[in-house]
Structures are given as structure tokens and as C-alpha cells.
């Protein structure tokens, strides 16, 4: 089973590791769907783009942590 996060921020950066300074992959747009990952850390979620493009969004940006 896959579990999804919906973004709920306007446009959530997703950078490529947890860190507020990290490079930033890609954005997701409001009401994107992202697959959650193993690997969290804390205030992050690891996340794969429907485009196969991953990375770690806030889980301030998504709902349904």
C-alpha cells in the first residue's frame, strides 16, 4: 500500500535533504499529491513526485502526517 500526502502549502519546496538550507530539488504546487517514503526525520517527510523526482517536504507544507 502507498501512502500519499496532499500539499497544502501554496508552493512547498522540496529540497533533497532535511534541512532548511538544502538544495531544493523541485516545488510542489497546492494539491499535489506526493507518495510518502521511509525515512523521515523529524518536521520532514520523505516524498516521490508522480515524475519520479524525490526529496523531503515540511510537514507544515503537507496534510495528513
Given amino acids: 500500500d502507498k501512502r500519499t ?3 497544502t502549502a501554496a508552493a512547498a ?3 533533497e535533504s532535511p534541512s532548511e ?4 530539488r523541485f ?3 497546492q494539491g499535489v499529491i506526493l ?3 521511509p525515512g523521515q526525520e523529524p518536521g520532514w517527510a520523505k516524498v516521490r ?3 519520479g523526482q524525490q526529496g523531503y517536504i515540511r510537514l507544515r507544507d ?3 502526517q
Fill in 49 to 51: 513526485h508522480a515524475s
Fill in 27 to 29: 516545488r510542489a504546487a
Fill in 21 to 24: 538550507g538544502a538544495p531544493v
Fill in 35 to 37: 507518495e510518502l517514503l
Fill in 13 to 15: 519546496p522540496i529540497p
Fill in 62 to 64: 503537507v496534510w495528513g
Fill in 5 to 7: 500526502l496532499p500539499v
